[in-house]
């Protein structure tokens, strides 16, 4: 399997603190069944600063200690980048990473509580320059939660989502997801990721969200999403469910 979302690389964020710390995520995925893992520090998000050429080159020394350890295990450089309305300076700067730095798929983070009034014409932009952006867990963002049309618009522009595993298999409480399920049911997930940080509260548990997703929805759609993050990996284009858009006694649900 692969984690297109984790915080696995030491001592850069809010992630694994240390090489032991690391050595016990690389373990643990490896545990789950997943072979290729997406390192995404946070960049940009008001604490962290981690640009490109600093991620990338902390993999490539990270891969290094994996194999020296025999974990097989093969870490990708990405950034989970907060979006910002300066986004577009960042690029130019060079500071950006796309996943695998293949300069394909991006993947963003909202503030938690809000969709910044921005954000339709950042997707529309970043689309015109062949950046497609996948949002990292709109699930436990509020006004996703107040209301679901904002994240049709968005998947109807061409934004991708990501969900965590971890709300799927309701360690954030049977609100959240529930609405996993509803994101689901209407063709706006597109990847699962278990976004983890650490071994124990924060941990990797794709094993656990896919079987949920295949006894909850379906085999087909567990396939689905496994086969974008294959897909992602390799650098081609996504096989994209058509969007179902939320019938009203959806919005406001909660």
Not at 150 to 155: K, Y
Not at 160 to 182: M, N, P, R, W
Not at 212 to 237: M, R
Request: contains cysteine; hydrophobic residues 40%.
């Amino acid at each position: 399997m692969i984690d297109i979302h984790c915080h696995i690389l030491p001592n850069i964020d809010d992630g694994a603190p240390n090489d032991s710390d690391f050595l016990m995520m690389a373990n643990q995925a490896v545990s789950n069944g997943i072979t290729h893992s997406f390192a995404t520090p946070h960049h940009l998000n008001g604490i962290f600063i981690n640009p490109k050429d600093k991620i990338i080159k902390l993999v490539g020394e990270y891969n290094t200690i994996l194999e020296e350890n025999n974990i097989p295990l093969q870490i990708h450089p990405g950034q989970e980048l907060r979006l910002h309305r300066e986004i577009f300076q960042s690029l130019e700067r060079n500071e950006i990473l796309t996943l695998d730095n293949k300069g394909k798929y991006l993947l963003l983070e909202l503030p938690s509580r809000e969709v910044p009034d921005y954000t339709q014409e950042v997707v529309y932009e970043l689309l015109l320059k062949g950046l497609t952006p996948i949002f990292a867990h709109p699930e436990r963002n509020r006004e996703f939660l107040e209301d679901h049309q904002l994240l049709f618009d968005l998947a109807q522009e061409g934004a991708l989502f990501q969900l965590t595993a971890g709300s799927i298999a309701g360690h954030f409480g049977k609100k959240i997801q529930f609405f996993c399920e509803k994101i689901i049911e209407h063709h706006l997930a597109h990847f699962i990721a278990t976004d983890a940080h650490n071994i124990h509260f924060r941990g990797i548990n794709l094993t656990e969200a896919y079987d949920w997703v295949t006894n909850k929805i379906g085999i087909q759609y567990t396939f689905y999403l496994k086969e974008n993050a294959e897909l992602l990996l390799a650098g081609q284009n996504l096989h994209i469910e058509q969007p179902v858009p939320f019938r009203k006694r959806f919005l406001r649900i909660f």
